[in-house]
């Protein structure tokens, strides 16, 4: 039943992120913990039998997972993003830590090894830097339709064919 409220800008990312799990494979990363992310991508990774490593530089984000850790998924406490190096291949990336300006940096370093990537306020484009990363990825669609934009991006998958 729609009562005609708007979703949290804080969950917006929730449909294209769902939609991208769904049409991968492989590991996921997710940078930057939350309500509306962590318990779905645990619930999702579980049931595809997929590993799940969620960072954040936020302790105390930590420490509220913390109960979903298990053999399948992983949290970790990252104080500095530009040191977390992972030589694996991910079939996808959520982007949504803290502070927004270390986006750009954490995209530059899993594109090469993420089959998709799902950028979460993508209408910040000069604050986290997204002005300068997104033109440069050959496939990408960008949820405008709630003030908090969403975009998903690769360089492998025409991802805008899940949206037509």
Not at 129 to 157: M, N
Request: aromatic share 14%.
């Amino acid at each position: 039943m729609n009562t005609g409220s708007q979703p949290s800008q804080y969950s917006t990312h929730q449909q294209l992120l769902v939609k991208a799990v769904l049409n991968t494979g492989g590991p996921i990363v997710e940078l930057g913990a939350g309500y509306y992310s962590t318990p779905i991508l645990h619930e999702l990774a579980l049931s595809q039998r997929r590993h799940l490593f969620t960072f954040d530089n936020n302790y105390e984000w930590i420490k509220q997972f913390e109960y979903l850790k298990g053999t399948l998924h992983s949290i970790d406490f990252v104080p500095i993003w530009e040191k977390l190096f992972i030589r694996m291949s991910f079939g996808i990336v959520f982007v949504d830590q803290a502070p927004g300006e270390a986006r750009e940096f954490s995209i530059g370093s899993f594109r090469h090894c993420a089959d998709v990537l799902v950028l979460h306020d993508t209408e910040n484009l000069v604050e986290y830097g997204y002005q300068r990363v997104l033109p440069t990825f050959e496939f990408q669609y960008t949820d405008k339709t709630q003030p908090t934009w969403t975009t998903v991006c690769s360089d492998k998958i025409d991802v805008k064919e899940w949206f037509v």
